[in-house]
């Protein structure tokens, strides 16, 4: 089928947290809805079956709880209730937005998932009703080609989002379509957490992801478009993957996944948004193709004297690192449970320095979960202190194996390369009671490959 994603550059208000009427916020949502008109035409064009647009593309961010209030639709999360807000535009209130959305889908003839607030009243007698009486939910909607609302999901896992509210229940959402089967919902943080977004894929055994997203890039192992493959891969789905544009803000990274091919977009250097076209395989059958290939060790020459272990912080966890010392060698790095192991030969041999790191434990800075990760990078310098921090070039081409014996069977391969762009593993697997993934010869510099296992039960 041909899906399209778009990454949008938002017009932000410029002072969120100021008080403004509903028309004033209609008028700023307006101006974004009228580029995602222009999006879901060009989309329609070239083929496209779906369309999925970012997490706050239409409203910005930095609202305050009351601020954000003008900008929100009245949605009845309700799966009994048949509505195209298009052709019934009079059904409720406070629908504009809705309306506008239901019209682009059903004008081009396109499925649509987009991502609006959205508010809901509720009674006192409810305990989780808020103070003032209402539910603000950051919200994506999905629509039929014909401009039928059928499905609202509700992010349940809220980044610093003081605006919204955490639904009292995880939403599993998804909706049907004719051309690729059942379609998932979940929204940007929640690709990091078991609730709703693994279980939603377990449960009803999803092959595929809308997933609109707001995500700030953190190198060198939570950059979108890597970690949005990984996902990918590792559950063997196609994702849909749209984020918002702003440089600035280290926002960007689109795509459309496959368990084998990714059409992606990362740049930090110019402005507007990007439109992605793609025509991708429906998935029914698992691949195997490159699974489970036992990783042969390469032998050792002679007994060399082992490098150094040294910590240094990485994504703001301490890691312990041992480097990457000669042209090619076998190398081990544990903490706690995890044991890491590394073969590698450099196939261009470069200044460049690399460490292979190991990290297990509960991260804790902006949001907390547990995290097995092992992980090959290269250092921003010469210097041990310069390994974890953020690099985008790199020159050097490692062949190597990587395994672990992680204790979670939730493991993302991330391999990314230099200029920030991807490549897949050639093998990955278990064999043995460890992960592994080997690569002989990346496409670019390698700056990543890592196996970031996610230990959900220990949260």
């Known amino acids: 089928y041909v899906a399209a994603v778009y990454e949008h550059e938002s017009i932000l208000?410029?002072?969120?947290?100021?008080?403004?009427?509903?028309?004033s916020a209609l008028e700023l949502m307006g101006r974004n809805l009228d580029i995602y008109e222009q999006q879901a035409v060009a989309a329609a064009r070239q083929g496209a079956q779906i369309i999925v647009f970012p997490e706050d593309g239409i409203h910005g961010f930095n609202f305050t709880r009351s601020s954000i209030y003008p900008y929100l639709d009245f949605v009845l999360h309700s799966?009994?209730?048949?509505?195209?807000?298009?052709?019934?535009?009079?059904?409720?209130?406070?629908?504009?937005v809705l309306q506008r959305l239901s019209c682009m889908a059903l004008k081009n003839k396109i499925f649509l998932v987009a991502n609006l607030g959205t508010k809901q009243p509720c009674e006192q007698t409810d305990p989780q009703c808020p103070a003032d009486g209402r539910y603000q939910f950051n919200t994506d909607v999905a629509f039929d080609a014909d401009g039928a609302l059928l499905a609202t999901y509700r992010k349940h896992n809220l980044y610093f989002e003081y605006a919204f509210d955490t639904p009292p229940e995880p939403d599993y959402k998804f909706f049907e379509t004719p051309f690729a089967?059942?379609?998932?919902?979940?929204t940007c943080f929640d690709i990091l957490f078991f609730e709703p977004a693994v279980n939603?894929?377990?449960?009803?055994?999803?092959?595929?992801?809308?997933?609109?997203?707001a995500w700030m890039n953190q190198l060198p192992l939570l950059a979108a478009v890597e970690f949005q493959q990984a996902f990918a891969t590792a559950f063997n789905i196609n994702i849909l993957a749209a984020n918002i544009h702003h440089p600035t803000l280290g926002m960007t990274g689109s795509g459309i996944y496959t368990p084998v091919k990714s059409f992606t977009y990362h740049n930090m250097e110019s402005y507007g948004g990007k439109l992605i076209v793609a025509e991708i395989p429906v998935i029914t059958t698992d691949y195997e193709s490159n699974l489970d290939k036992t990783p042969s060790r390469?032998?050792?020459?002679?007994?060399?004297?082992?490098?150094?272990?040294?910590?240094a912080e990485m994504m703001y966890d301490n890691f312990t690192f041992v480097p990457l010392w000669g042209e090619q060698g076998e190398?081990?790095?544990?903490?706690?449970?995890?044991?890491?192991?590394l073969n590698y030969q450099k196939a261009v041999l470069t200044d460049e320095l690399y460490a292979l790191g190991v990290f297990d434990g509960l991260h804790t800075v902006h949001g907390t979960y547990y995290v097995q990760a092992c992980a090959l990078v290269k250092c921003s310098g010469l210097s041990f202190s310069t390994c974890g921090q953020e690099v985008t070039d790199a020159t050097a081409l490692i062949d190597f194996q990587l395994?672990?014996?992680?204790?979670t069977p939730y493991i993302f391969p991330l391999l990314l390369t230099s200029g920030i762009t991807l490549d897949f593993a050639d093998h990955?697997?278990?064999?043995?009671?460890?992960?592994f993934m080997s690569k002989n010869r990346t496409s670019a510099g390698l700056l990543t490959a890592a196996l970031y296992g996610r230990w959900y039960e220990k949260d």
């Open 79 to 96: 799966d009994s209730v048949k509505w195209n807000p298009c052709r019934e535009p009079y059904l409720f209130n406070d629908t504009e």
């Open 298 to 311: 390469v032998s050792g020459k002679g007994k060399e004297p082992l490098p150094p272990l040294f910590y």
């Open 331 to 341: 190398l081990q790095v544990c903490a706690n449970t995890l044991c890491c192991y």
């Open 428 to 435: 990955r697997g278990w064999k043995n009671n460890h992960y």
């Open 181 to 186: 089967g059942k379609f998932g919902m979940f």
């Open 13 to 23: 208000s410029p002072a969120p947290e100021a008080l403004v009427d509903r028309q």
């Open 200 to 213: 939603l894929i377990k449960q009803y055994n999803l092959k595929q992801i809308a997933y609109p997203t």
């Open 403 to 407: 395994w672990g014996n992680m204790s």
